[in-house]
């Protein structure tokens, strides 16, 4: 069996799995459920200095099948008040297994009010920062590392587009120690076609947007971060809802694995049932542990914009005509004659002078008889 122990500021996780802040993580009961269930790390619901009062639906699936694993929200912060977190729940958490994360959000006066106390309960092993704009993230982190010698997160959105980078940096430099990428993205909206109205509650029915959906855009987050500031550990977090997903967000560069969306649909089990499966996927690709695969694919990013012709393998025998590469090809650039499947009699003819190379006629290929002779390069 594979090792996924996962270490983060200094403390061993016997899964590389942090319980992300979101609905599970309401209160000490939550936390303690999702350790049980197998989670290496909780973080809290975000506490702020108001407790929130949620619009009500707050949470809703796609109503498009084409949206899988994907949820919109319009949930705030903590419900509870911050005053309860410090006094009862953070306090219930002494002796907790793995990491504990206290999320404080999300403007730098209520920083400098929950901080402190919230680390004074010594059961916290970081605090996670989360706001709103890319400048209040820094001096959010600024006035929370006044308060306290606790490792910081700071937690980035791709709602600040390719700012969010400057916007790292700084936060680096104001006392943080890693990153937490990315938030729920939007804002969204989805309307029901059968009633015009929106599915969701809250101002503007405007929802936020989790799960499947975002996690290329995570990913693309996680890379970018990874390379850039390579000493600061990052938490790779959103729409990873499957053990491949995980295995694709460490090799892009995460340390540890944030989810919220995953164990939301599919409950608290879903941490062993991935777990196993992760396990399945590493014994059977022979590796020895998760954490070697850190980045692996950092090094394989071009830098450089390649646009050489590709060159196309055809196997016939493989070839069940379905003739998909041949009707959806943009640029009617693919010939295909003899008409038997997977015989010798098939041939594939590319009209290199209509061909762009842009790759659709592969992907759509699901037999696998239309590969590349150079690409990967
Ligand atoms: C219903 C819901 C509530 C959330 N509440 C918070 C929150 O209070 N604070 C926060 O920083 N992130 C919150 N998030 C964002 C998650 O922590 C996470 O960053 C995001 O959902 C992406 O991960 P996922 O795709 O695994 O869900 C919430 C997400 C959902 C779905």
Not at 136 to 161: C, E, M, S
Not at 201 to 227: C, D, F, H, T, Y
Not at 239 to 268: F, H, K, S, W, Y
Not at 338 to 367: A, N
Request: proline content about 7%; overall charge negative.
């Amino acid at each position: 069996m594979a090792d996924l122990t996962t270490e983060l500021f200094g403390i061993t996780m016997s899964s590389p799995f942090v319980l992300a802040s979101g609905p599970l993580s309401y209160d000490a009961t939550g936390l303690w459920e999702a350790y049980r269930a197998g989670a290496g790390g909780v973080v809290t619901k975000t506490l702020r200095l108001e407790r929130a009062i949620n619009p009500t639906p707050h949470m809703v699936a796609p109503r498009s099948s084409n949206l899988r694993a994907t949820l919109f929200n319009t949930e705030k912060w903590a419900d509870l008040p911050w005053e309860q977190w410090a006094a009862r729940e953070l306090p219930a958490m002494r002796g907790h297994p793995g990491l504990l994360i206290a999320s404080i959000g999300h403007t730098p006066e209520e920083g400098e009010v929950i901080a402190g106390p919230v680390a004074a309960t010594g059961a916290v092993d970081a605090i996670e920062c989360v706001a709103y704009t890319k400048d209040t993230i820094v001096d959010l982190v600024r006035v929370v590392r006044q308060q306290t010698a606790l490792p910081i997160l700071a937690k980035l959105t791709f709602n600040w587009g390719d700012d969010l980078y400057p916007a790292a940096a700084a936060a680096l430099q104001a006392g943080a120690t890693g990153f937490t990428a990315i938030d729920s993205i939007g804002p969204t909206l989805q309307i029901d076609i059968e009633t015009g109205q929106p599915t969701i509650g809250g101002a503007g029915n405007k929802a936020w947007m989790s799960g499947a959906a975002i996690r290329p855009v995570a990913q693309a987050v996680v890379a970018e971060l990874a390379a850039r500031f390579p000493a600061a550990p990052i938490v790779g977090t959103g729409g990873v809802i499957q053990a491949e997903d995980a295995v694709e967000m460490m090799m892009v560069g995460a340390r540890a694995i944030g989810v919220c969306t995953g164990p939301l649909l599919r409950g608290l089990e879903w941490f062993e049932r991935t777990h196993k499966s992760l396990n399945a996927w590493l014994d059977g690709h022979g590796h020895a542990r998760l954490a070697d695969l850190r980045g692996v694919a950092l090094q394989h990013l071009h830098l450089a914009e390649d646009t050489a012709p590709l060159t196309f393998v055809f196997e016939p025998l493989k070839c069940t005509k379905c003739d998909l590469c041949v009707v959806l090809c943009p640029y009617d650039a693919r010939l295909m004659a003899g008409d038997k499947p997977k015989t010798p009699d098939l041939q594939q003819i590319l009209l290199e002078d209509r061909c762009r190379y842009c790759g659709l006629c592969v992907e759509v290929c699901k037999p696998g008889a239309l590969t590349y002779g150079n690409w990967p390069r």
